[in-house]
């Protein structure tokens, strides 16, 4: 089992949904990070985490320490939404470990 | 953000090659990290470091090795390229403990002939 799992693996919907991916990870950890990597490019960071809940645009992301699950949420999905969302996990407050990721399309 | 930066951006080189792909960031941060990613395994560890002189193995160190003699640079050497060792190769960093922003360069594509 993956110290880190993601769900859904793949996920289609269509624009102005409200989409869900779910992270869950086995082990303590000091912050959780949500990535972002659009298709052929490079990685960026959309949150970080370590309590509670935030917000960016569209996007939410929030964290649940005692059950070890985090969430990101789009509103108002659009097709540029479509990329691969990755959860991450700071371990031991030295080692960095990723899901899978999500691959997320958002048809117009 | 163009404080990380990867070279080259592409290489191809021929298995038992050595090869040193360059990884380098201005915001001193502490923390180091190499990944590679393949189709079907997502992003995974080679090796981090967590400062200067302090390197550690990840999930798939074997064949690489790092070295981290300056802050501000975390060199990934392969020292015998075998065709297994193709892949799309990411450096990141980040500052305090994880709990800082984390920054990706644009990624190194090595293709193993």
């Known amino acids: 089992k993956n110290e880190v799992e993601q769900s859904p693996q793949n996920l289609t919907a269509q624009e102005g949904e409200f989409i869900t991916i779910n992270c869950s990870y086995s082990?303590?950890?000091?912050?959780l990070h949500w990535l972002q990597q659009h298709p052929g490019g490079g990685i960026v960071s959309l949150f970080m985490?370590?309590?509670g809940k935030k917000k960016h645009g569209r996007l939410i992301a929030t964290i649940n320490i005692q059950e070890k699950h985090s969430s990101l949420h789009i509103t108002a999905s659009h097709p540029r939404d479509s990329a691969v969302y990755i959860c991450?996990?700071?371990?031991?407050?030295?080692?960095?470990?990723f899901g899978q990721g999500t691959r997320l399309t958002i048809n117009p | 953000d163009a404080g990380i930066t990867q070279s080259p951006r592409y290489k191809i080189t021929e298995t038992g090659r050595q090869v040193t792909l360059m990884c380098h960031q201005t915001?001193?941060?502490?923390?180091m990290f190499w990944y590679r990613q393949d189709l079907g395994h997502g992003l995974r560890l080679i090796y981090y470091?967590?400062?200067?002189?302090?390197?550690d193995k990840g999930e798939v160190p074997d064949g690489y090795v790092v070295s981290r003699s300056k802050t501000e640079n975390f060199p990934l050497t392969l020292e015998s390229a075998t065709r297994s060792q193709t892949s799309v190769y990411f450096c990141?960093?980040?500052?305090?403990?994880?709990?800082?922003?984390?920054?990706f360069g644009s990624g190194t594509q090595l293709s193993v002939l």
């Open positions: 470091s967590a400062a200067a002189d302090i390197t």
């Open positions: 915001w001193s941060h502490s923390y």
């Open positions: 991450a996990v700071f371990q031991g407050a030295q080692k960095l470990v």
């Open positions: 990141a960093s980040t500052g305090g403990s994880g709990r800082e922003k984390l920054f």
């Open positions: 985490l370590s309590s």
């Open positions: 082990v303590g950890i000091s912050a």
